[in-house]
């Protein structure tokens, strides 16, 4: 017979979902934590899930899988438009659980029809019994968790009670676990992730902030004004995301910050450690660039295909001190950098049609990319009093 913990009283389980369960640190990590609980409480729970409906731009929702003698949970997260796990949600209990509000129950032990598929699949790992149950949200949404056991019999009408009894508890603990996920992912998306960072850390007054060392990007879209005039509302913005996606990925994937879109260009950073940081820094940053410019390219072919115009981009890099932190009005901040250094970068992208390259750095940011920039002479900047040195790819770099 299953030992039961002395400590653990059907009323306990739902106090310690509200304290140190809300506070473990994902939802994975607390259904494993509880499960166990209940385990030692007598309950026959072999196998449990949670299912949460998520608010990101790329994950629709994610399940949390806890299995009895795995030792782990499983996490897996739904994309936004896929359409295999489509087809199966709306054949499972979890639809059927969303459309009605109401728990779903089967036994699955002996010859029963099934009306799920997923449940002739529980019966053949040995499951006996399966439990479908709504948690509501105070803010609204309606997730699902379901129980199974391998228990000849099943569940017994007392254990069904006692999982009830805490599921107003358990929705709040994983609601308080949702609601930081979820304003986490909206401050790095809108803010970036070091800038979403320091914005959950408390740096949320106007004037906070930091001077830092970056190297410093910032690439616009070339004749985005005429094109934009001629294309309907949808073209221009799935234009937009195709460029953005080419000039983004590369800098996240390099470990640099994009720092705001403005139209059609991009800023973004590449921060320095410390002095011996310098040379690394430009170099990755040198290296998103390239990457961009090729999958500029990719794209450009795909373009071609469909009978479309070819996009061209101009890109600066700099590096130099900036300052790193709040500005606004004070009840509309914007977190991003400023300083000479950002002017700077601006004017040499702005240098790239004059002299028909896709990709211009300053001397600064050259000097630690040892020869593989080439100098293109020094050139008057608009509101920069002195000359600059102004570096770029060979030319069959940006072919």
Not at 30 to 49: K, M, V, Y
Not at 235 to 243: C, G, P, S, T
Not at 307 to 336: C, K, S, W
Request: with cysteine; proline share 5%.
């Amino acid at each position: 017979m299953t030992s039961v913990d002395d400590d653990i009283e059907p009323e306990a389980v739902a106090k310690w979902l509200l304290n140190a369960g809300r506070r473990i640190g994902t939802p994975g990590e607390l259904l494993s934590a509880l499960c166990e609980r209940l385990i030692r409480q007598g309950l026959p729970l072999d196998r449990a899930s949670l299912h949460i409906s998520t608010l990101h731009p790329q994950v629709r929702g994610s399940r949390f899988l806890w299995q009895s003698g795995s030792g782990q949970q499983a996490e897996v997260h739904y994309g936004r438009l896929d359409t295999a796990v489509d087809a199966a949600y709306r054949t499972s209990p979890l639809f059927a659980v969303h459309q009605t509000g109401r728990p779903v129950r089967r036994r699955l032990e002996g010859a029963a029809a099934v009306d799920f598929p997923i449940l002739a699949e529980l019966r053949a790992e040995g499951i006996s019994d399966y439990l479908a149950v709504p948690l509501v949200f105070s803010s609204g949404p309606l997730q699902v968790a379901t129980w199974s056991s391998r228990r000849p019999g099943g569940f017994h009408e007392s254990d069904i009670a006692q999982i009830e009894g805490f599921l107003p508890e358990l929705a709040a603990a994983i609601e308080s676990h949702e609601q930081r996920r979820m304003l986490r992912t909206l401050l790095e998306t809108y803010l970036g992730r070091q800038a979403g960072q320091r914005v959950l850390n408390g740096t949320i007054l106007r004037g906070d902030g930091e001077t830092i060392a970056a190297a410093l990007w910032y690439c616009d879209l070339r004749d985005f004004t005429v094109m934009s005039d001629a294309m309907p509302r949808d073209q221009v913005i799935a234009l937009l995301n195709d460029y953005f996606e080419c000039m983004a990925g590369p800098v996240h994937e390099n470990g640099g910050e994009v720092l705001k879109f403005i139209g059609d260009a991009l800023l973004a950073i590449f921060p320095i450690v410390d002095d011996l940081d310098r040379d690394r820094a430009c170099r990755i940053a040198l290296a998103a660039a390239e990457a961009a410019l090729a999958d500029l390219r990719r794209l450009n072919v795909r373009r071609r295909g469909m009978g479309q115009r070819e996009l061209e981009v101009g890109i600066g890099l700099h590096m130099g001190a900036v300052m790193y932190g709040n500005i606004g009005a004070p009840d509309r901040l914007d977190f991003t950098v400023i300083g000479p250094a950002v002017n700077l970068v601006t004017r040499i992208e702005e240098l790239c049609p004059t002299l028909g390259e896709a990709l211009l750095t300053s001397s600064r940011f050259a000097s630690p990319c040892g020869s593989k920039l080439k100098s293109r002479g020094r050139h008057h900047l608009k509101g920069i009093a002195v000359p600059q040195e102004i570096f770029g790819l060979p030319s069959a770099a940006q072919s």
